[in-house]
């Protein structure tokens, strides 16, 4: 079973991606001079990216990714088909964007 690396990064408004270097305060405001706040945050697994769906905070990217991780799971009990129940939280969830 392949192992599912989630990695999440930041982009700025135009675009770019957001090196680590730059510093930011937690709400995504630039701390260094010059450059534009993070604008939004992608998840990526070595397996899918998330480039459709991006998120304005990093909390929601990861837990997309973290979904993900836990979709690939084999099913216990459960049947793979997705059900009601599964609807109405994917719904909450878009709610939360
Ligand atoms: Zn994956
Ligand atoms: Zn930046």
Redesign the pocket.
Known sequence: MPR?SITVTAYHADGTICPSEHRHTTGGSPLTEGWTGRKRFLAT????QWTSNPSSTKTYAAEQGRR??SD?LPAKSAPPSKGPAVVRELLRCDAEE
């Open positions: 599912h697994c070595s397996c899918k993900h991780r690939q």
